[in-house]
């Protein structure tokens, strides 16, 4: 059944959400790379980037501001590859203004996000929470029913406690997670191709195990992913473990 929640004009078939227990471990570039891999597949796909105070869809993929509004609401950018994009930097003037916001007024332009954007009909909406595990993620997860979350990370020391954190606060929600993503795991040797641990040994697996989810892959650090993601192709990356994963999403039963 499409989703409604308070939006009475979007017609969703499936929320998905790209989380993370801190910032800067490729949360966004994992849901770039997942909206644009399930666009391949024929999919209608939304994709609301929720890092208010850190946004960074819109350079991904190209698009600007300003926004028009019909009598739905905010109309969402439109990537070249026709995915639908709503994000803070596209209501900014200037992309590099810094968003000064206590958590209750961030909460509230989360919850406006959905609430007063024509998503119109959408196959996939996937939502890039905001890093972390407070009250504006509290309120996020309060906000949209969702059917699946896809948790991010990175090969640290800490990576137990900080999935942990994210694991438990969607248990609460009794959200399912389809499994875990290690980004920026390694660098391959662009002459020999061995890889290279730089950030020492993962532990991935044992965090999946632990936790009991799935994990679907260990991304390497990738200097053409990062290329295209700052000249705003990310739509042109091709990525066989992403097309594994929208598949994988778009096949399981998650109700």
Not at 19 to 27: A, D, I, L, P, Y
Not at 29 to 36: F, G
Not at 71 to 96: C, F, Q, T, V
Request: net charge negative.
């Amino acid at each position: 059944m499409p989703h409604e929640n308070d939006n009475k004009t979007a017609k969703i078939k499936k929320m998905i959400a790209i989380m993370s227990g801190k910032g800067g471990v490729g949360k966004s570039t994992v849901s770039a790379l997942l909206a644009t891999h399930l666009k391949r597949l024929g999919y209608t796909v939304g994709l609301l980037d929720g890092d208010i105070k850190g946004p960074s869809i819109p350079r991904m993929f190209g698009v600007s501001g300003p926004l028009e509004k019909d009598a739905h609401g905010l109309i969402p950018a439109i990537s070249p590859a026709g995915i639908k994009i709503m994000s803070m930097n596209l209501l900014l003037e200037h992309e590099d203004d810094p968003v000064i916001w206590r958590g209750p007024v961030v909460s509230g332009v989360l919850k406006q996000f959905w609430n007063d954007v024509n998503w119109g009909e959408l196959d996939y909406l996937l939502i890039d929470f905001p890093p972390g595990t407070g009250d504006v993620q509290l309120t996020a997860m309060q906000s949209f029913v969702l059917d699946g979350v896809i948790m991010v990370t990175s090969p640290q020391s800490l990576v137990q406690m900080i999935v942990g954190k994210g694991v438990n606060l969607t248990n609460k929600f009794s959200v399912p997670i389809f499994g875990l993503i290690e980004n920026m795991s390694y660098v391959k040797c662009p002459d020999c191709g061995k890889e290279i641990f730089i950030f020492g040994e993962s532990k991935a697996k044992t965090t999946a195990e632990k936790y009991d989810i799935d994990l679907l892959a260990q991304l390497p650090i990738d200097p053409e992913l990062s290329k295209l993601s700052d000249n705003g192709k990310i739509e042109r990356f091709e990525s066989k473990t992403f097309k594994e994963i929208a598949h994988l999403i778009a096949t399981k039963d998650c109700q």
